[in-house]
T-cell receptor, first 112, second 117 residues
């Protein structure tokens, strides 16, 4: 899996849009970009995955530029409950299953 | 649909004792993974089962750790004898055999917090 770089921490207020950018300069052609979220005392939870351009689901949006060397996770109108650690993972997940390699993640703190 | 469950949620043992952690994956998921996070470090991969077979155990730290998945359902991770550095949170995750690349979403359990005194 490709090495990723993301901010160590971010602070936000409720109702704001939060954008977390992840750098992955060595992304390979077949690699996908996946984000996981982890609340305290819980296991990581899949948020979103994409290959290029933009992906949106009920939780977040993922923006991927044409060169795919970075990606941005966008959380619209965050609430206190979005306080968590967010992990960016890049790799090719084959059908035989793939071990995930977690970095330090970005700790997002949302306050009122 | 029930999620991934782990037992116990927390275990406190003394150095030299044995502990067995259990993971029940989501029903029907062929892939089962064990990860752990020791204090202040990143979450690290330990091993990966496909059904009852060990697909990849490259992350197992040493031979004091033994994982099994008899019958391809639940899995156990035994630490014998436990050492102080084994303290941490042990996560289990499962995923279906999607038959397609790129979408191997893993569903994590809440973890077992192991404290070795």
């Amino acid at each position: 899996l490709a090495k990723t770089t993301q901010p160590i921490s971010m602070d936000s207020y409720e109702g704001q849009e939060v954008n977390i950018t992840c750098s992955h300069n060595n992304i390979a052609t077949n690699d996908y970009i996946t984000w996981y979220q982890q609340f305290p005392s819980q296991g990581p939870r899949f948020i979103i995955q994409g290959y290029k351009t933009k992906v949106t689901n009920e939780v977040a949006s993922l923006f991927i530029p044409a060169d795919r060397k970075s990606s941005t996770l966008s959380l619209p109108r965050v609430s206190l409950s979005d306080t968590a650690v967010y992990y960016c993972l890049v790799g090719f997940f084959n059908q035989a299953g793939t071990a995930l390699i977690f970095g330090k993640g970005t700790t997002l703190s949302v306050s009122s | 649909e029930a999620g991934v469950t782990q037992f116990p949620s927390h275990s406190v043992i003394e150095k030299g004792q044995t502990v067995t952690l259990r993971c029940d994956p989501i029903s029907g998921h062929d892939n089962l993974y064990w990860y752990r996070r020791v204090m202040g470090k990143e979450i690290k991969f330990l091993l990966h089962f496909v059904k009852e077979s060990k697909q990849d155990e490259s992350g197992m730290p040493n031979n004091r750790f033994l994982a099994e998945r008899t019958g391809g359902t639940y899995s156990t991770l035994k630490v014998q004898p436990a050492e102080l550095e084994d303290s941490g949170v042990y996560f289990c995750a499962s995923s279906p055999n999607s038959g397609a690349s790129s979408t191997d979403t893993q569903y994590f359990g809440p973890g077992t917090r192991l404290t070795v005194l």
